[in-house]
């Protein structure tokens, strides 16, 4: 059929993209990481996937900003390498706001890389016994930025070149949902009609959403030891997650426990509904009640602007499409042996 035809395409296209596309260039870390105000010092700015030498030092600016309106631009621009770059900096005596520290974001645009940013670089304390700068937070602010509009991925510090699992680890928790929601629909019919076709379809896309969960628990798994440090962390999503994935394979433990399968497969689809309305409160609900590392947890939203472009976007959504349509042609192939089982054994 056309839809496992494009499910195979779009799954190429998703691999192909989403592993070869370059990431943006992006700051990895600035060295030294604080200093003092009303200071003059000179820092060292290390690139990620950055070619500083294709352009002269001339023509690459750097900032240290605060906000739109509180930046000060760099001195003396030295290109070391393609990945090291040095500016010195003359901080204002005074901090744009009355604190005893501010962080400042790194900006440095490049003609060739384009726009680079590292939020909260460095970390300006307040000292004005040992000022010796009379530098101003306005005379040089970040304007006429050169933006590149090519077709690379974002780049973001911390997960770097993982951002890439984006398109595996997310997709597996959307065809999860779409195969247990459809199985729900068929545990429904099927106490309505106890037609063996509803059992064997809610039993199908039940099994192969449970296997799309497995595989989004050890992508998920995959990146956290990269992101987190370590594989498990005990993070509540995590938890929740297994507990999710824990209480349906609990739906076919209860299938095989009866000698009677017209029995069986009643109380499955009743337990079923419930599976799946336990579903939504441990995936959605109660990782957000809790602070988390991963992403849509209470201080740190997911889907927005910081986590998807529109470059990442145009592999995200086939992804989803792709991987969908796998699932549903997996738990076809799973129906189909049910039903030929089911015939050999004159249960129809």
Known sequence: MWWKSLSVLLIVYVLIAGLLVPLK?????????TARSGQQLELAFHGYNSFYTQSP????????QYDSLNAVAGENIRVLDDTTISAVFTLPVQLPRPTPSVMLNAIIDHPADGVSLLPDA???LKDTASATSQGSWTLHPVSDLHIKSDFTFPYRNVIYESIRNTYFHVPM???LMFLFIASVVYSIRYLNNPRPEFDRRAA?????????GGLGLITGMLWAHYAWGAAWSNDIKQLMTAVALLVYLAYFILRRSFDEPEKGARLAAVYNIFAFSSLIPLLYIVPRMFASLHPGATGNPAFG??????????VFYPSIIGFSLLGFWI???RIRYRRLEDKAMDLD
């Open 204 to 212: 199908g896309y039940a099994e192969t959403g449970l296997l799309f």
């Open 122 to 124: 460095l970390e300006l």
């Open 331 to 333: 738990a076809e192939l």
């Open 173 to 175: 928790w959307f065809v």
């Open 57 to 64: 030092a001339g023509s690459i600016r750097i900032w240290l």
């Open 305 to 314: 602007s910081q986590d998807l472009d529109n470059t990442m976007r145009m």
């Open 25 to 33: 260039p992006g700051i990895t870390y600035v060295k030294p990481d």
